[in-house]
């Protein structure tokens, strides 16, 4: 896997918007008490053990917000952290350091958050060589954010939206009254070419009927392990090439066995929408 990259517009836009809420027309406590010719200093700590994300993030908040701000000795993303851990330092006017702090916390605490629990995730699959992939189910504006920290932390990328990949889920089947064969069929005859077409089973006869249907991704949603198992094999038997992934309310606790099925990756949503915020403080120095 490539290092992950971020796009510099997209960037652009998140912070805009997250200064802009933040500041509003400006900190009216900082301004009451804070020198303008004060200088500070200060750290970026780790409060717990977790995997660094975002900090590409930090600097380019930085650079947009005051160039004054200078980030040093800070260490680089995918970085194993442990509490007490020494993230970057920082120093420059305190004005504009205190008015900063939050939406810079924010940034590294979430983006780590997701790069943390997708790392655990994927350690958890050591070893039988099924891949771990986020879903769209990210804070809206934050996806692209959200899915470079999965990368961070170990995961590959599902499809970035509705545009590069034909996701055959229940809800389509249940409004074109097709069953998943003939949604796959359909699919093919109407989608643009050269995408990938993926769809949603429940059922072992409907995951035979899928791949036979010329599928390229079959996703088991809502299976036990057991059905599962069932289903990969009626799948190899068909279309052997056929990718198989499994979805639905997978947790730490059962990712384990649903890798040992035979299926070729796992997708968890849980990874970007219920990721708990890695603790990541900034400490002032006293003058």
């Known amino acids: 896997m490539g290092r992950p990259r971020l796009d510099r517009q997209q960037v652009d836009d998140v912070i805009a918007l997250a200064l802009a809420e933040d500041l509003g027309p400006g900190d009216v406590t900082t301004a009451a008490l804070i020198d303008p010719a004060r200088a500070a200093r200060g750290r970026l700590v780790a409060r717990a053990a977790g995997v660094l994300a975002g900090m590409p993030v930090a600097r380019r908040l930085l650079e947009r917000f005051d160039r004054r701000i200078r980030l040093s000795r800070a260490a680089r993303d995918g970085a194993a952290l442990e509490r007490g851990t020494i993230l970057a330092r920082l120093d420059g006017p305190a004005g504009p ?21 997708t790392r655990r995730c994927v350690d958890l699959l050591a070893g039988t060589g099924v891949e ?33 990949q034909v996701l055959i889920k229940d809800n389509h089947l249940a409004a074109s009254g097709l069953s998943p064969a003939e949604a796959v069929s359909a699919a093919r005859a109407r989608a643009p070419r050269g995408l990938r077409i993926e769809v949603e089973v429940e059922t072992v006869r409907d995951a035979r009927a899928a791949a036979r249907a010329g599928a390229d991704i079959v996703m088991l949603d809502n299976m036990t392990p057991a059905r599962m198992t069932r289903a990969v ?55």
């Open 97 to 117: 350091i205190l008015s900063v702090e939050r939406t810079l916390l924010n940034f590294l605490q979430q983006l780590s958050g997701i790069a943390t629990a």
């Open 233 to 287: 094999r009626a799948i190899r038997a068909v279309r052997p090439r056929t990718l198989i992934e499994a979805s639905g309310r997978i947790s730490p606790r059962t990712l384990r066995a649903v890798a040992q099925t035979g299926v070729d990756r796992i997708s968890a949503g849980a990874i970007t929408h219920s990721a708990r915020a890695l603790d990541i403080a900034l400490d002032l120095e006293a003058p």
């Open 132 to 164: 771990l992939l986020d879903t769209r189910k990210t804070v809206p504006g934050w996806r692209a954010l959200a899915k470079y920290a999965v990368a961070v932390g170990g995961g590959r990328n599902h499809r970035r939206g509705l545009y590069d």
